[in-house]
């Protein structure tokens, strides 16, 4: 449930910069050294909001094994605590990645 | 197993526990009254068992209609250790531990709502 | 009525009873050594307290109020004290029949019930405080 939300946003933000300047988020310098650098930068963002979904969903599970009675507090503080600060800085990154692509697109050619 | 929605879980949680409360709070009342059994709440696995398919379902109006004690079941525990001649089951060192419990798992409750509840709000917020 | 303020309305209830217990304590206490002012009287005759419980119908907890106040049959202690007043023909005085001891004791179990009673109303207002505290710094 909670997990889906930081997925939705992020995954929305990545695919449309992609999809409406391809090769936009391709890195310029890094690719031409090829494949051995691994990865552009819009899978950067895609691992970044993966794990971002992880943590949530990690938190939610660790909330609900807490609410049903058996959980040790400070876990369920520690995973809800790094949920949120994961959370904050995909919504930076967000904000970041939508303001840079206006940014762009206003640019004349 | 259906995906269980966190809020709603906390929301049945929170009922339980304020049941559980006032369980705690006849049984210190009545600590000397001759005859008065200690009385506790099911556990709260067996609430959840027993209500698995309603809790998915999102009931507005449902709790509302339900009396102080929200569907629970308040029953005379089995009194352990000795049985006074009063027949008066109550241990007041028991009583208490138990509300510290409740106070617990209350405060880790609220503190789980509000957590999420601002998550929720920080993604709409821009 | 919710079960919080159910809780509440039951130590209330639990604070009273207890309040009556210390009262009667107190009294006997008061009147450990009240004797008869006539010759072969009877002395104070010690009191005691019984409670009994009483399912709330609003709010579904058993609240504890007094059954009743009467007096401890058992019998008078005698003391040779010719001088006193209430001395009959042989010089004994029929004394109350309350022990300091017992007293005391009780007095101390009516303490620790009160607190416990105490906490239970501290513990429910905070349960309800925090509730409403959700809904706060948004």
């Given at each position: 449930?909670?997990?889906?939300i930081?997925?939705?946003q992020f995954k ?8 409406a ?17 691994g990865?552009t930068f ?11 979904v992880?943590?949530?969903?990690g ?10 009675g ?15 600060q994961?959370?904050?800085t995909t ?19 | ?7 709603d879980l906390?929301t049945?949680?929170s ?18 009254t001759p005859g ?12 959840l068992?027993?209500t698995?398919?309603t ?8 709790l ?12 005379p525990e ?5 049985i ?9 060192e ?28 920080m993604?709409?917020?821009? | ?23 009667v ?14 010759p072969g ?13 009483e399912?709330?119908?609003?709010s ?8 009743s106040?009467?007096?401890d049959?058992?019998d008078?202690?005698?003391e040779f004290q010719p001088?006193?007043?209430a001395?009959?023909?042989?010089g004994?005085?029929k ?5 300091t001891?017992?007293?005391?004791a009780?007095m101390?179990e009516?303490?620790?019930?009160y607190?416990a009673?105490?906490q ?5 207002r ?13």
């Amino acid at each position: 449930m909670i997990g889906g939300i930081g997925a939705i946003q992020f995954k929305t933000a990545v695919d449309g910069a992609e999809s409406a300047s391809p090769g936009l988020l391709q890195g310029g310098v890094g690719t031409q050294a090829g494949e051995s650098v691994g990865s552009t930068f819009a899978e950067v963002l895609g691992q970044a909001a993966t794990k971002t979904v992880n943590t949530l969903q990690g938190a939610e599970q660790m909330s609900i094994q807490a609410l049903k009675g058996d959980a040790d507090t400070r876990q369920v503080v520690d995973a809800v605590l790094s949920a949120q600060q994961a959370l904050q800085t995909t919504i930076a990154i967000r904000d970041k990645v939508v303001s840079a692509y206006l940014e762009i697109s206003r640019m004349s050619i | 197993m259906e995906p269980v929605n966190l809020f709603d879980l906390a929301t049945r949680q929170s009922q339980w526990l304020a049941v559980r409360q006032s369980a705690i709070a006849s049984n210190i009342a009545n600590a000397n009254t001759p005859g008065y059994p200690a009385n506790d709440v099911e556990p709260f696995e067996k609430v959840l068992d027993r209500t698995a398919v309603t809790l998915a379902a999102t009931q507005t109006g449902h709790l509302g209609a339900e009396t102080a004690n929200a569907g629970f079941n308040v029953k005379p525990e089995d009194p352990n250790g000795a049985i006074m001649p009063s027949k008066n089951t109550v241990v007041l060192e028991q009583e208490l531990m138990k509300a510290g419990e409740v106070r617990r798992s209350f405060e880790l409750n609220t503190a789980i709502v509000k957590a999420f509840h601002s998550m929720m709000t920080m993604v709409v917020k821009s | 009525m919710d079960a919080l303020t159910a809780a509440l309305k039951v130590a209330a209830s639990g604070l009273g009873a207890q309040s009556e217990r210390l009262r009667v304590v107190s009294e006997n206490l008061a009147n450990a050594q009240s004797t008869g002012s006539t010759p072969g009287a009877d002395p104070y005759r010690r009191k005691t307290i019984t409670f009994q419980s009483e399912v709330d119908r609003a709010s579904g907890g058993s609240l504890v109020e007094v059954n009743s106040i009467s007096r401890d049959p058992s019998d008078f202690p005698i003391e040779f004290q010719p001088g006193n007043e209430a001395a009959d023909a042989k010089g004994y005085v029929k004394m109350p029949n309350v022990n300091t001891l017992v007293e005391m004791a009780d007095m101390s179990e009516a303490n620790r019930s009160y607190e416990a009673n105490l906490q239970v109303i501290k513990q429910a207002r905070d349960l309800i405080s925090m509730t409403i505290d959700l809904m706060r710094n948004q």
